[in-house]
């Protein structure tokens, strides 16, 4: 069964700090993954999304980047981190046959 | 762009009744629609989707209509359980990425 893997569940970082999220899918290839985030008391807003290994697709200009290194691996990161960068960031995947599955999200909060 | 949206931000509803949660989009190009549950602090959990091709799709005690003339869809869930207290999302997509709307926070009460 197809599951995914989305780390860490909660992270305080200082202004103007790195950031990096990471998120793992098993049990499928290829498939297309996201990066949504949402604000409190808000809906998600796609930041980016990715169909294949290299490729990445931004939906909103911002502080952040994404990366997909491996087939299964995509990455969040930023270089910078401002205050309007906290939110709960979700990862998502899907696949041909498959609706769109969502990991458990991590809260971050820029301090 | 697509633009998803909720009529209503809170629904109350007492446990037993059945409950209705309806939701407008914009883009006419939109060929999946899906409704997502999400508990506090918890990533969205799938509960139902529906293709264009289709008018109304039933799950266990859920049942999405589509109607494409309005662009209208909604959520109606049977016999209400204070288990289904949380925010619903639906979601609309033409392409590879998903539109959702604000939300709509549902409340059972005993």
């Known amino acids: 069964s197809q599951t995914i893997h989305q780390w860490p569940a909660t992270l305080v970082q200082p202004v103007g700090s790195p950031l990096s999220l990471e998120c793992t899918v098993e049990g499928t290839s290829n498939p297309n993954l996201y990066w949504y985030r949402q604000a409190a008391g808000r809906g998600l807003q796609l930041l980016f999304y990715s169909v294949g290994i290299g490729q990445i697709s931004s939906e909103v200009p911002q502080n952040l980047s994404a990366s997909r290194p491996q087939d299964r691996q995509f990455i969040l990161s930023s270089k910078k981190l401002l205050l309007s960068d906290s939110g709960f960031y979700l990862c998502?995947?899907?696949?041909?046959?498959?609706?769109?599955?969502f990991g458990s999200g991590t809260r971050l909060t820029v301090v | 762009g697509e633009s998803v949206g909720l009529h209503l931000p809170t629904l109350s509803v007492q446990e037993g009744d059945n409950s209705i949660i309806n939701c407008a989009y914009s883009n006419s190009a939109s060929d999946y629609f899906i409704w997502y549950k999400q508990e506090s602090g918890k990533g969205p959990q799938f509960i139902i989707d529906?293709?264009?091709?289709?008018d109304k799709r039933q799950g266990q005690r859920v049942t999405v209509l589509l109607n494409k003339t309005v662009k209208h869809l909604s959520l109606q869930i049977a016999a209400t359980q204070p288990g289904d207290s949380a925010v619903y999302f639906c979601a609309g997509s033409s392409g590879y990425a998903l539109n959702f709307g604000k939300g709509t926070s549902l409340l059972v009460t005993p």
């Open positions: 998502a995947w899907s696949g041909q046959l498959y609706g769109y599955t």
């Open positions: 529906i293709r264009s091709n289709m």
